[in-house]
């Protein structure tokens, strides 16, 4: 099993709705996450640290659940602009290096 | 600097040619990590840099891949006689060593986009 690991999608939704996805990972004892945001031919930006008390910043929110091993990223009103790929990051057991899901993709049309 | 910096942003070569990929971290940024990423695809670690010395290169796709790190800051990747399956993004990323600390700034670049014709 991947350590992260993510619905591709895409989520296709209308302006101003609320849409939802979850990302699950293997490593019960992981506290911290992050969720990206990556642009058609961009680099990945960070959009929200996730710790175990989680996260709002706007109309997003992102909340960890570590009962059943998944984070999840809520946004509300959808905007044109959230049209993306969102990526979800999770440390690696053991090393430094962070474990990127594959990136869920969410269409928001008008 | 203010943000990861990688260079040329484009890169066109020849097959068989070599090319080199620069990327200037974050100041400060003890770890660097180097991705490729092929159209509609996910990331695909290559090598991790803490400091000058390279603790994971298990991502390398091949011998014809080289890495390295001077100063504690910049990293040049090689790619030797290329070949068309080498065509990607090529991205970089640094950090501090505090996964999942208010300061731990994991942060691409901006990728060179390599094209193998």
């Known amino acids: 099993r991947k350590e992260v690991e993510q619905d591709p999608g895409p989520f296709n939704v209308p302006e101003g709705a609320t849409v939802a996805f979850n990302c699950t990972y293997s490593?019960?004892?992981?506290?911290?996450f992050f969720w990206y945001r990556q642009d058609c031919r961009k680099e990945p930006k960070l959009l929200m640290s996730?710790?175990?008390s989680g996260n709002e910043d706007g109309r997003f929110t992102a909340q960890l659940n570590r009962a059943s091993q998944y984070i999840s990223l809520l946004i509300r009103d959808s905007k044109l602009s959230d049209s993306a790929t969102y990526l979800c990051v999770g440390p690696s057991g053991g090393s430094y290096i962070p474990t990127f899901g594959r990136g869920t993709s969410l269409i928001v049309h008008p | 600097g203010a943000g990861v910096s990688q260079s040329p942003s484009n890169k066109v070569t020849e097959k068989g040619k070599d090319v080199e990929l620069r990327c200037d971290p974050i100041?400060?940024?003890?770890?660097l990590y180097w991705y490729r990423q092929s159209l509609g695809q996910g990331l695909e670690f290559l090598i991790y840099?803490?400091?000058?010395?390279?603790?994971?290169k298990s991502g390398l796709p091949s011998d014809r891949f080289s890495a390295e790190r001077t100063g504690g800051s910049v990293s040049t990747l090689t790619i030797q006689r290329t070949q068309q399956e080498d065509s990607a993004v090529y991205l970089c990323?640094?950090?501090?060593?505090?996964?999942?600390?208010?300061?731990?700034?994991?942060?691409f670049g901006s990728g060179t986009r390599l094209t193998v014709v």
């Open positions: 840099f803490q400091g000058n010395s390279a603790p994971d």
């Open positions: 996730v710790y175990s």
């Open positions: 490593n019960s004892a992981s506290q911290s």
């Open positions: 990323a640094s950090s501090s060593n505090s996964f999942g600390t208010p300061n731990y700034g994991y942060t």
């Open positions: 100041s400060g940024h003890t770890a």
